[in-house]
């Protein structure tokens, strides 16, 4: 069982509308990340969270717009999105950005196909 | 910049057999994690083995061992007894000691495994 829980699992979405992922984690971790990740590629960092303020933006398109409602909450609000950002979309959770040897726990991540 | 290579795209194994994946990195920090990940179809990312630069003894997990060159920086995975759930991308990640520090992944390496 995953200790990071993401839904939806799968995601349709036309270019118009808006959607929302969501990750949960109960590890007490204070560092959450969201990646997005092509077929047979690595995952790309898009968000860091550190004690639930933004410390990392990857220079991410302002249509990717992540909230951090609590240290266990991670969402990613989505919008006018274009077919180039199907993906799927990870999300991780690790004891804390500062703690280098600390891995990160993935979740089993949102498929998301934009039509 | 640090990077991460894993040069082999593909490999292949029979079941029962021992097959190695290679990772080189390159970095100017001293101290540092290395880690593999394991991606299967089921889509998480799962940690499988995690070695400290600072200690020369070669991390071991079972079945999975590793062979860590640091003067080399090189970081290869060893998979002992291999069963057929270990057929997955695998991906092998670099992270510095910094407080900001992200984790830099290699582009991967799928393994399939022969019955």
């Known amino acids: 069982d995953t200790e990071v829980t993401q839904t939806p699992k799968h995601l349709v979405m036309g270019m118009t509308n808006k959607k929302s992922l969501k990750c949960e984690q109960h590890?007490?971790?204070?560092?959450m990340y969201w990646y997005k990740q092509k077929a047979k590629k690595p995952p790309e960092l898009m968000f860091v969270y550190s004690y639930e303020k933004l410390s990392i933006n990857e220079s991410v398109p302002s249509r990717f717009s992540p909230e951090c409602p609590n240290s266990s909450l991670l969402n990613l609000h989505l919008h006018a999105l274009q077919p180039e950002d199907s993906a799927l979309y990870l999300c991780a959770s690790s004891q804390g950005q500062g703690f280098y040897n600390s891995p990160l726990h993935f979740g089993n991540g949102t498929r998301l196909t934009v039509t | 910049a640090q990077t991460v290579t894993q040069s082999q795209p593909e490999m292949s194994v029979q079941e029962a057999e021992t097959v190695t994946l290679s990772c080189t990195y390159d970095t100017s920090e001293s101290d540092y994690y290395l880690f593999w990940y394991k991606q299967p179809p089921s889509r998480q990312m799962i940690l499988v083995i995690r070695?400290?630069?600072?200690?020369?003894q070669n991390a071991t997990e079972n079945r999975f061992s590793v062979n860590f060159q640091k003067a080399a920086k090189s970081f290869s995975l060893k998979i002992s007894d291999s069963q057929l759930g270990d057929a997955a991308m695998y991906f092998c990640?670099?992270?510095?000691?910094?407080?900001?520090?992200?984790?830099?992944f290699g582009k991967g390496i799928t393994l399939s495994v022969r019955p």
């Open positions: 590890m007490g971790h204070r560092a």
């Open positions: 990640a670099y992270r510095s000691s910094g407080a900001n520090s992200k984790l830099t």
């Open positions: 070695q400290e630069a600072y200690k020369q």
